[in-house]
């Protein structure tokens, strides 16, 4: 019973005098009543901790669609995700018809040490079998405090019988940087999976090693946001001293401003920003400064559109609440929320969806409020998310049912472990570099009609309308998966961007053909 006015005690941290006090306190009595009720007189006895969660996050769903109760499990996962690393042996896996497969392993760390190679598959743990493990369960027996051992048995193609390792855990990095490479004469990309407390170090880091090039393709598509502090430095990046870069307003919190601190580091470099509809929060933060100052051009397809500042309170079981307390701004004032009801987070959900169709964008455009950018006065919009300068649509001439079929059941992964396995050895001979890959080697015919293969013994009946049409999309897909098992991560976008992204090219040609004058060229 305590627990519970604890929990509730929290969560009325909001001042009461705007509110009907005397109200508050009838429906707190009344929820700690049911309470008692339910612990004393219920038939069976009951385990209160799911209920009382479940009345938590009830009472959230009411709200916005982005406050949120976390229990005291994910939160551990959540805060290894901020801090940027976690104590364990450093490999990315995946579980495929229940084996546990190393799909790389983490440069310099414990498992690489000691001999731990991609496409192993790791059969035990310490003294279980990890065969049939789940993916939520390998973490748990691989990570562990700093110093300690574990020990594995791994499967290796081509080697009779187990290897057996023992490996000493070690601090592990989340990297937030997926790539960085060099995409044309003196420009740079950089692509960035979240904002966590080491993004910016890491993206600082990289853009020294490129050589601070004078054009920067930045992507920020798939990221969903993060920590406000490292999205601010971000854009303080490429912006001047005093440039506003944020502000928030709430009814309970103070309004605030958010100003880069000092010179960026590149305030004269051409810059192009990559969005997509899975671009959130942080992400949007930048993207909306860089737009708002004409600092560079915005490309790709409308962001998500949460524009909500969550508070996170921690519980005193390791649990956590995050209320809404305010709503981000542009500098140009501009909302990044988009609309929403309350109590509604279905409808808030498949809205996303539909906004992405001609014509509910078009219909959206249309009663978009106007605002105009702070140095050049040009028109954008609000209404929620941030609108691209140059709109790129997604690609799909060269997706089929039958290849998305192929890509659901499983079978391009479990393809590519198994290719891999028989090919790692004499693809690493004849390619020892990246640049020597990338430039010599395409998936041959044989390959493809090996996937195709293993489709129909999975069930999936050959197509040869959907092959012909997916063809050259699985050649590159598998070429970049094979890169980056190979090379790390980020060979992968060093593959699958000129191939496969007309957002990526289209920000190249207009890194390319940048006037004289450092104002981007936009037409054709």
Known sequence: MRRLLVILATLC???????????????????????????????DDVDMKPVVEGAITG???????????????????????????????????????????????IAGGPAERVGVRANDRIVRIDTLEAVGMGRADVPKYLRGKRGTKVEIDVVRHGTPGRLHFVIVRDKIPLNTVDAAYLAGDGIGYIKVNRFGRTTMTEFADAYRKLGKPQSLILDLRGNGGGLLEQAVEMAGFFLPRGAAIVST????????TFRAQSDGTDLKGRLAVLIDEASASAS?????AVQDWDRGVVVGRPSFGKGLVQRQIGLPDGSAVRVTVARYHTPSGRVIQRPYEKGKRREYYLDHLRRYDDATRDSLDAGAPAYRTLRTGRTVYGGGGIRPDVLVEADTTGFSDYYAE?????????????????SRDSLSRRYPTFEAFDAGYTPSDAVLDDLARLGSERGVEFD????AVSESVMRAQLKALAAQRLFGTGAYFQVVNPALSPSYARALAILEAWDEQGAPVLEP
Do not use: C
């Open 249 to 256: 307003e709430g009814r309970a919190v103070p309004a605030m």
């Open 59 to 105: 009472m959230l769903e009411e709200l916005d669609p982005h406050s949120a109760y976390i229990g005291a499990e994910e939160m551990k996962g959540v805060q290894e995700s901020f801090d940027g690393e976690f104590s364990g042996i450093g490999v990315e896996f995946n579980v495929l018809r229940d084996s546990v497969i190393v799909v790389n392993t």
């Open 284 to 288: 949007e933060i930048v993207a909306g």
């Open 406 to 422: 192929l890509i659901r059941r499983g079978i391009v992964a479990d393809f590519v472990g198994d290719w891999l396995d028989r």
């Open 464 to 467: 040869a309308a959907g092959f």
């Open 13 to 43: 941290v909001l001042p009461l005098a705007a509110q009907n006090a005397e109200d508050n306190a009838q429906q707190f009595q009344k929820l700690a009543q049911v309470f008692r009720y339910l612990s004393g007189l219920y038939v």
